[in-house]
Every structure is written in C-alpha cells, then in structure tokens.
C-alpha cells in the first residue's frame, strides 16, 4: 500500500513558536514607535513651556523685588513707595521692598539703579530734583534717559509759596512789588542749592525781575522752621511741608506752583491766575527700571502701578500726602521726564548754578 504525505496548508508552513515571535516583534517595533513619537511630543512640550514661560509676563515676579528710593525714609517719595509697594506686593503675590539710599540728590540711588540686573527685581522711584542733576552736575556716573527705561508715574503735588506773616503781602502781585521796592532785602529758604525748591525760586526770581537772597538748608524741614520763625521771608516747598503751617496761619499761603487749581492745596490761586502766566514747578515721583529690562515686564509693571494708583485706599493714603496720583502710559512718562529734564537744564543754565 501506498503512503501519501500530506503537505502543510498555504499559510501555515511556520512553526508555531516561528509565528509567535514574529508577532513579538512586531508588536514591539510598534511599541518602540509609539515610545519615540511620545517622547518627541513631551520633548517639545517641555521646549515650548520653557519658552512660553520665559516670555509670558505671568512668569514675573517669582522672588522679591526692590525698590530703591532716592529720599530718606519717611519722606513723602518714601510714603509714596510704601504705598506703591504694599499695593504691587498684594496684586503680584511676590513682595516688593523699599530701600532707602539717599544723599547727592539721588545720585547714589540712580548711581545704585543703573548697575543694577535689568531683570526687573530692581526699580528707581526717581524725584523730581533728579531732572535738575544733567545740568547741574559736571559729571554724572550714570544717563538718566540712556541708563534707564520709564516705567509709570506715580504722584505729583505742586509746589506751594509761603511768606512769614509779619510780611505785608497779601497775594503774588504785592510780594513782587515789595520786592522790587527792596532789591536784595528778601531773601528765601530751600531744601538746598540745586533742590527743586531753589530751582524753582529762581524760576520765580528771574520771571517777575525781582532780587532776592537764597538761603540754603539741608533739608526742608529745617528751612521750614526758620521760615515760621521769621529767620528767612519765604519759600517754596512742596505741599505736606507748608500746609499745615499755612492752615494754622503761622505763614501765609500767596500761590500753588500749577496751571489749574489742585486739591492738595485748597484756597491758593495759581501762579498764574496770580501774575505769573506758565510758572509751573512741581514734586513728583515715577518709576525707572534699569535700560533693557524685558518689555513685558515693564508693561506689566506700568499695568500693575496704574491699578494701584486707582485704588480708593491708594488715593486716600497719597491725598494724605497732600500728593494726587498721576496714573499713566510708558509713553507719557517718557515725554514728561523729557519736557522736565529740558525745562529745568535751560534754568540751570540760565541761572548758573552749578555743584560738584
């Protein structure tokens, strides 16, 4: 008898265990796959986030910032920073410190600043007499629109002109006739040579052609006090020094230093209204962040301080300071701080002052 071999069907001639490991390896060929296009995904998640959070304002402040003030503490640039700063620490969750470094007219501040990382974790609260230092300083360690770039303002207040009572004046128009009646005999006290208030007595000197002595202090509070003690005539200073003393009339208020009339100092006419058509001159402060700080930073920051400076208690706290907050753009900060560093060069140079 005949034996037949019967051969394999089509399609089953591999071994059992050949066919298994076939389907082994195929299964991990898709597996490693799948690996290598996940592990591309995460990967460039990971490079997106990293850039992502490098670039979104959201990333800023992660650590404690400083602000730098160019005033002693308790000064009204000082009260304002604080206030500033409790209101930045609350809506940033990060906080904000105040560092007093005071002395050559906010040089060492500004000097300080400058050097500083511009990663937005240093910021200037600059003041208004630091417009004057271009032109009275010599030589300067650092460039007020180079160094720096304008973040927002702050608060401002005009300055105020008072006289000791004994005086005869009753307004702007009869001081300057008594003192042209007396060239040379009246003479004025100021925070000190260079000082916003001097600058702007001299504005006053040279605009109504009168002749009158300065009187030079160190610091406001001292020329106040021999201002009410009758040692200098009078004096212009910024609102919280004189008007408490013009309320309980030991002096005599004449004029606010504005071009309208300001809440901070109720009952003055301005100088204008008085006789002196454009005579502006104010104490305000604004925050600088050291030149090429990252732009989303600095916007942010401009947001953060104009929704502070809207605040009810901000408003209140500042108007207690006899200051009004000035909410504004980067722009506008930046064409103020030019209006006032030329202004105030062009007097420097006309008055001829100088320090070194």
């Known amino acids: 008898m005949r034996t037949q071999t019967r051969q394999p069907a089509r399609g089953h001639d591999r071994a059992p265990h050949a066919r298994s490991q076939g389907r082994r390896d195929v299964a991990a060929r898709s597996r490693s796959g799948a690996l290598r296009r996940l592990a591309g995904v995460l990967c460039a998640a990971w490079v997106a986030g990293v850039f992502d959070a490098a670039a979104q304002p959201s990333a800023y402040p992660s650590r404690s910032v400083r602000i730098v003030v160019a005033t002693a503490a308790g000064s009204g640039a000082d009260i304002a920073a604080r206030i500033l700063a409790s209101s930045l620490s609350a809506s940033l969750g990060a906080q904000f410190v105040v560092e007093n470094r005071p002395g050559a007219a906010g040089n060492i501040a500004a000097e300080a600043t400058a050097r500083a990382a511009p990663d937005g974790y240093t910021l200037?609260?600059?003041?208004?007499?630091?417009?004057?230092?271009?032109?009275?300083?010599?030589?300067?360690?650092?460039?007020?629109?180079?160094?720096?770039?304008?973040?927002?303002?702050?608060?401002?207040?005009?300055?105020?002109?008072?006289?000791?009572?004994?005086?005869?004046?009753?307004?702007?128009?009869?001081?300057?006739?008594?003192?042209?009646?007396?060239?040379?005999?009246?003479?004025?006290?100021?925070?000190?040579?260079?000082?916003?208030?001097?600058?702007?007595?001299?504005?006053?000197?040279?605009?109504?052609?009168?002749?009158?002595?300065?009187?030079?202090?160190?610091?406001?509070?001292?020329?106040?006090?021999?201002?009410?003690?009758?040692?200098?005539?009078?004096?212009?200073?910024?609102?919280?020094?004189?008007?408490?003393?013009?309320?309980?009339?030991?002096?005599?208020?004449?004029?606010?230093?504005?071009?309208?009339?300001?809440?901070?100092?109720?009952?003055?006419?301005?100088?204008?209204?008085?006789?002196?058509?454009?005579?502006?001159?104010?104490?305000?402060?604004?925050?600088?962040?050291?030149?090429?700080?990252?732009?989303?930073?600095?916007?942010?920051?401009?947001?953060?301080?104009?929704?502070?400076?809207?605040?009810?208690?901000?408003?209140?706290?500042?108007?207690a300071q006899r200051f009004d907050p000035i909410p504004s753009t980067q722009a506008e900060f930046q064409a103020y701080l030019r209006s006032e560093l030329a202004k105030w060069g062009k007097l420097v140079r006309a008055a001829g002052a100088k320090v070194d």
């Not at 007020?144 to 006289?163: G, Q, T």
């Not at 301005?270 to 916007?299: F, H, N, Q, R």
């Open 124 to 319: 200037l609260l600059m003041v208004a007499g630091m417009t004057i230092n271009p032109a009275l300083y010599s030589k300067l360690n650092y460039n007020i629109e180079k160094d720096f770039d304008p973040v927002a303002l702050v608060a401002s207040a005009p300055l105020v002109l008072a006289i000791h009572p004994s005086l005869p004046a009753r307004d702007l128009k009869e001081l300057i006739a008594f003192a042209k009646a007396r060239p040379g005999e009246l003479n004025y006290g100021s925070s000190g040579s260079g000082s916003s208030p001097h600058l702007a007595a001299e504005m006053l000197r040279m605009q109504a052609g009168i002749n009158i002595v300065h009187v030079p202090y160190k610091g406001s509070p001292q020329a106040v006090n021999d201002l009410i003690a009758g040692q200098v005539a009078m004096m212009l200073a910024a609102p919280s020094s004189l008007m408490p003393h013009i309320e309980s009339k030991r002096l005599r208020g004449l004029a606010v230093a504005s071009l309208k009339p300001s809440d901070t100092t109720p009952g003055l006419a301005t100088m204008s209204e008085a006789g002196l058509p454009g005579y502006e001159a104010s104490t305000w402060s604004g925050v600088l962040a050291p030149a090429g700080t990252p732009k989303d930073i600095v916007a942010r920051l401009n947001q953060e301080i104009n929704n502070a400076l809207r605040l009810p208690l901000a408003k209140k706290q500042l108007a």
